[in-house]
Antibody, heavy 116, light 112 residues
Framework: QVQLVQSGAEVKKPGASVKVSCKAS????????INWVRQATGQGPEWMGW????????GYAQKFQGRVTMTRNTSITTAYMELSSLRSEDTAVYYC?????????WGQGTLVTVSS | DIVMTQSPDSLAVSLGARATINCKSS????????????LAWYQQKPGQPPKLLIY???TRESGVPDRFSGSGSGTDFTLTISSLRAEDVAVYYC????????FGGGTKVEIK
């Protein structure tokens, strides 16, 4: 079965960067897009972007253009999301999720706290 | 961006009763060339990621109980839980994938 296991919680200062990993197993990594979605406490999810593990095709939501970078290492079936110039409003749980249009498998989430 | 607006924000329903959640998009998510509505529904329980329930507005994901159903077209959609069970207590979200990907603000379902 599809399993997505994310890295642990992070605490960062404003202006810093954070890099979250997402280890995929149970399926062919190249076959499904990996998306990143974040969710602040009490809010709806917010899509950040997608990546095709089988190519260099990547798409970022306009809100995050210039601040987010999505990469992958196919040899270890792991995707990464790096967010820079962190501010307090970036405090949220960050999820990776598979899917091209809807999201059918999700990681457990990584809490990123931005605080001085 | 397409804005998704859900109503109500929360509702309390008796066990065995029907729960109805509404979702409205700021523009149509019906793609005329294939007559499909680009809308999904998710369930999220505390401390868990969202779980996919429905896509194409009315197609249940494999393993989802048939008490969950989706309906609607264009800009107005509904998720119905026909007979509420205790394990259905959760927050429910709609998501459009017609243009970009955006979610609604959620509807919290509780037991009355």
């Amino acid at each position: 079965q599809v399993q997505l296991v994310q890295s642990g919680a992070e605490v960062k200062k404003p202006g810093a960067s954070v890099k979250v990993s997402c280890k995929a197993s149970g399926y062919t990594f190249a076959n499904y897009h990996i998306n990143w979605v974040r969710q602040a406490t009490g809010q709806g999810p917010e899509w950040m972007g997608w990546m095709n593990p089988n190519s260099d095709n990547i798409g970022y939501a306009q809100k995050f253009q210039g601040r987010v970078t999505m990469t992958r290492n196919t040899s270890i079936t792991t995707a990464y999301m790096e967010l820079s110039s962190l501010r307090s409003e970036d405090t949220a749980v960050y999820y990776c999720a598979t899917g091209n249009l809807w999201f059918d498998s999700w990681g457990q989430g990584t809490l990123v706290t931005v605080s001085s | 961006d397409i804005v998704m607006t859900q109503s109500p924000d929360s509702l309390a329903v008796s066990l065995g009763a029907r729960a109805t959640i509404n979702c409205k998009s700021s523009q149509s998510v019906l793609y005329s060339s294939n007559n499909k509505n680009y809308l999904a529904w998710y369930q999220q329980k505390p401390g868990q990621p969202p779980k996919l329930l429905i896509y194409w507005a009315s197609t249940r994901e494999s393993g989802v109980p048939d008490r969950f159903s989706g309906s609607g077209s264009g800009t107005d959609f509904t998720l119905t839980i026909s007979s509420l069970r205790a394990e259905d207590v959760a927050v429910y979200y709609c998501q459009q994938y017609y243009s970009g990907l955006t979610f609604g603000g959620g509807t919290k379902v509780e037991i009355k």
